[in-house]
């Protein structure tokens, strides 16, 4: 039987989807719930001076009115709640940090009883002096140090003589890009349904990412052992970094839950996804650059500044891209916060990666026209044989292959290197390109294995699927280790008595959760080898574990076959059962572990409106083995288009008198519909051969997709229209002023 792994299966979980028997979060079926709706600030910052809730709490059905006055007190004391990670507010004081801030809870016993009471609550705010402007805050700037999946790093990172270097430079840019604050609009909104069992246990269905930090942050907020608090998540409806945090309508829905003393769930609306929950902050980065006549780096200088809340971090560690990407005697990279009057930032697909590489892209592609050069050889020219930041070989690094694959396939040669040179139909033609990567994340997971009695087999993993295919992705790894087909495999996930793996976000689950599954499975094959040599009423009694064969659920040595059920048959039937750990070892941290690729981009320009069609775009990826090549086709696809919605139409547009954000819905806030992507080709190595990034040889690919694509785009415009835009989104208004 030929391995699966690789192959285009289709979804395990997509018939379940498409016929509605999916059940994602707010959908699942629990007796007796009750519903919540949150009231919201109108403030930016100050307090609620007053509420009344008299007339929300007479009407029928309204169970409970909470406010500050009458909330349960959380462990911990007065003021917001401190998960560690996130700070919310869950009703704990009287405190207006941003608009949008939940600041009451309506629960009824249907939906639409909570939201007409909810209409009804009349709060008093004293508003405070507020800004949600970065320039009224920029001389309060200060550094703060960067996170990853990997670990934590360094605000500032600086190697050689940098202001020697840019003033040796034959050619020279200096230039500030901006991008403005953007948010999250998967299509399930944020949920939760909560179920207390007694004063001290709680069974929570959320839509996370990851339902082992919503246990521990819940067991935080309310004082309870980590034990006692289960939390499931089955299916999510999008999750590219919102959902990888707990926000504070998780804990107002168990506290809600509590203090009715019956299930409750909330669903946030499509305008509380604006603030509450986090988005992508607002990035001003300095690049400086400059490079000798041949196009050789003499110095690189990238400083990002971004926005956060008053009461809370998050850093979009936007520089850190350049710390892996060019060779350059000189590099410096540089981290500023900025503290507003906003609900936190949070992860938003390829967080600093993706916001870091539009500026350092459109810098690289700017510093190409100084030096009249093609944009692809000056890259070329500085390609990093290894790790610019600290000199570690590359794990694996298939970057030239990537150019040129995705230079052959769109035709780079054809581009005519001086803007505006090319018209078609009336429309001004360009085209650009850029470079992709996204650091290869791995993290310990844990996966048990059981063999049935039967022959088929289930595996389990805390994991959860995000959209990714990791239902499907997992049954492939996990078959190919036991040697029977997909179709023989069950992999289960999202659920916190499962054995324990990190959250979906950060582009690590695959690489995490199938090198576990991997070692989980590698353990059950071996342990009914060990059952079948020893058992002297096997055909295998007596054989060398090492001769034994693994093929078609059966175990084979010298011909003589032995099939799985068997085995277990002769063990009394029951699941015969493996678990294993995975996690970096002190041999990966020799190694600079990166994915790459090359992105592609023809735009055309209407020279009299003003606006931007994104012809096609071509890309190649390189990111170990490719689990899926359906799956991952479509996960490269997904960040490519994202890239187009990020140059052209993401825009979370603040009123800076109100400090609110104004386009709170879908009609406003702009994404990419199928009318504005023609034509997405996504290319990619199957099989990236890497001996040192994981056991099961995988980079992570659900981020990479967008890396890149936004500069692309931004640097055919330039070549279209001869106009460099550098603070995004890319709108008609820029292009005819």
């Known amino acids: ?381 500085n390609y990093a044989e290894v790790d610019p930041s600290n000199g570690k070989p590359f794990s694996s690094k298939s970057l030239r292959t990537c150019y040129r694959m995705a230079a052959e396939r769109f035709g780079w040669e054809r581009r005519k290197p001086s803007p505006r040179a090319t018209r078609r139909d009336g429309w001004l033609v360009g085209m650009g390109m850029a470079t992709a990567s996204y650091p290869a994340n791995f993290n310990k997971a844990s996966a048990v294995a059981r063999l049935l009695a039967d022959g088929s087999a289930v595996v389990q993993s805390g994991a959860v699927d995000i959209g990714t295919g990791t239902y499907t992705v997992m049954a492939q790894v996990a078959a190919d280790a036991l040697g029977v087909s997909p179709e023989r495999v069950k992999f289960d996930l999202g659920d916190t008595e499962m054995p324990e793996a990190p959250r979906s976000g950060g582009s690590q689950t695959a690489a995490s959760v199938s090198s576990a599954v991997l070692l989980a499975c590698r353990a059950l094959r071996e342990k009914l080898i060990g059952m079948a040599v020893a058992d002297p009423r096997s055909p295998l009694k007596g054989a060398a574990a090492a001769n034994v064969q693994v093929a078609d659920g059966r175990l084979s040595a010298g011909g003589a076959p032995d099939a799985y059920a068997d085995v277990v048959a002769r063990a009394g039937g029951r699941p015969v059962e493996a678990r294993a750990d995975a996690q970096p070892d002190q041999e990966r941290k020799k190694y600079a572990t990166q994915s790459f690729g090359a992105q592609f981009a023809e735009v055309q320009v209407d020279p009299e409106l003003g606006q931007v069609r994104v012809a096609r775009l071509v890309a190649a990826f390189a990111a170990g083995r490719i689990l899926n090549a359906r799956t991952a086709r479509s996960q490269f696809m997904g960040g490519m288009v994202w890239g187009i919605g990020m140059a052209l139409h993401e825009h979370a547009v603040y009123d800076e008198k109100l400090g609110r954000i104004m386009s709170r819905d879908l009609a406003d806030y702009h994404v990419p519909t199928n009318a504005d992507v023609l034509e997405i080709v996504p290319l990619f190595l199957e099989l990236e051969e890497d001996l040192h990034v994981d056991p099961s040889g995988v980079k992570g690919i659900g981020e990479i997709g967008i890396t890149g694509a936004a500069a692309a785009i931004a640097n055919a415009v330039f070549n279209a229209t001869g106009r460099r835009i550098r603070s995004l989104p890319i709108t008609p208004d820029k292009l005819l002023l």
């Open 1 to 381: 039987m030929k391995g699966s792994v690789g192959k285009p299966l289709v979804r395990a979980d997509g018939r379940a989807k498409v016929t509605g028997q999916a059940r994602y979060s707010a959908e699942v079926q629990v007796a007796g719930v009750a519903y919540a709706v949150m009231v919201t600030s109108r403030s930016a910052r100050g307090r609620v001076a007053s509420i009344d809730t008299a007339a929300a709490e007479r009407e029928p059905g309204v169970l409970a009115v909470l406010t500050h006055q009458n909330a349960i007190r959380l462990p911990g004391g007065e003021g917001a709640v401190d998960l560690s990670d996130r700070v919310v507010q869950a009703l704990q004081d009287d405190r207006i940090f941003y608009s949008n801030q939940p600041i009451a809870v309506v629960v009824a016993d249907t939906l639409e009883r909570a939201t007409h009471a909810a209409l009804l609550v009349r709060a008093r705010e004293e508003p405070e002096k507020f800004t949600v402007r970065l320039d009224d805050e920029i001389d309060r700037a200060f550094p703060q140090q960067t996170f990853s999946s990997a670990g934590t790093f360094p605000a500032d990172e600086v190697h050689g003589d940098v202001e020697g270097g840019l003033s040796r430079g034959a050619a020279r840019i200096d230039q500030t890009y901006e991008m403005p604050p953007e948010t999250h609009n998967p299509i399930e909104p944020h949920a939760t349904i909560a179920v207390w069992s007694g004063p001290d246990r709680v069974t929570v269905y959320d839509a996370t990412q990851g339902v082992f930090g919503v246990r521990k942050k819940l067991a935080k907020a309310f004082g309870l052992r980590p034990q006692n608090v289960r939390v499931l998540t089955k299916f999510v409806g999008g999750g590219f970094g919102c959902k990888g945090s707990v926000w504070s309508h998780v804990v107002l829905s168990a506290l809600a839950a509590k203090q009715v003393g019956r299930p409750v769930k909330l669903v946030l609306t499509r305008q509380q996804m604006f603030g509450m929950v986090g988005g992508r902050p607002r990035v001003r980065q300095r690049l400086r650059a400059a490079a000798t006549q041949d196009g050789r780096l003499t110095a690189l200088s990238h400083q990002s500044t971004s926005t956060t809340s008053r009461f809370d971090i998050f850093l979009e560690q936007a520089a850190s891209v350049s710390r892996h990407m060019y060779a350059s005697a000189a590099l410096e990279t540089r981290h500023r916060l900025v503290r507003l009057d906003i609900g936190t930032p949070t992860y938003m697909r390829a967080p600093g990666e993706s916001s870091g590489s539009f500026a350092l892209e459109s810098a690289m592609d700017e510093l190409a026209h100084e030096l009249k050069m093609d944009p692809l050889e000056l890259r070329l020219r």
